[in-house]
């Protein structure tokens, strides 16, 4: 009985543990590095868990996982939280009314939501100062993050699919 009032919380409790273990695993200097590129694990992270809780939950714990990025970047506080905000909404109502809560459709979420990041951040932040060569910040740099986060999105799907079970109920398939 008391266990069943739990649930929720504990639920909620491991997401935020593993978004604070996977963003300090992110952010560690020269760990998960190939070359100069790192993978985005929090983005990854928030994406499955849209994809496995409701609307408003999860829209909180995306704009939680962007500003958390926004602070470890030098962009615009507020910058990725809105991106991840809008994008944890809509991958959750889709979920929860079209798709299922699929392995496939999850690094479909992941390489969209990794692709428009990073298309909005180079518009932003280069096109639109007109820099030189600013293309190969897109193919050297924005291109092989996503890529990277998209293949990292496997282990962070299977463990938020591992939550999403452990405490829910009833779970959307």
């Not at 991840?84 to 459709?105: D, E, P, Q, R």
């Not at 993050?145 to 959307?172: D, E, G, H, Q």
Request: with cysteine; proline share 4%; net charge positive.
């Amino acid at each position: 009985m008391q266990y069943e009032k739990l649930r929720p919380y504990l639920k909620w409790a491991s997401y935020y543990a593993a978004l604070i273990i996977l963003y300090v695993l992110q952010t560690t200097p020269r760990l998960f590095q190939i070359f100069e590129t790192k993978p985005v694990f929090i983005l990854a992270l928030a994406v499955a868990v849209s994809m496995f809780e409701e609307v408003m939950p999860s829209a909180v714990f995306c704009m939680i996982t962007g500003l958390l990025w926004d602070v470890s970047s030098d962009k615009l506080l507020g910058f990725n939280a809105i991106i991840l905000l809008i994008c944890g909404v809509f991958i959750s109502l889709i979920c929860i009314y079209y798709l299922h809560t699929k392995i496939a459709n999850a690094l479909m979420f992941c390489s969209a939501v990794a692709l428009l990041q990073g298309l909005i951040d180079y518009l932003f932040y280069y096109a639109a100062w007109n820099h030189s060569n600013s293309y190969m910040v897109l193919v050297l740099d924005i291109l092989p993050t996503a890529l990277y986060t998209v293949i990292s999105m496997v282990p962070i799907y299977f463990l938020t699919k591992w939550i999403s079970y452990k405490f829910n109920p009833v779970v959307r398939m």
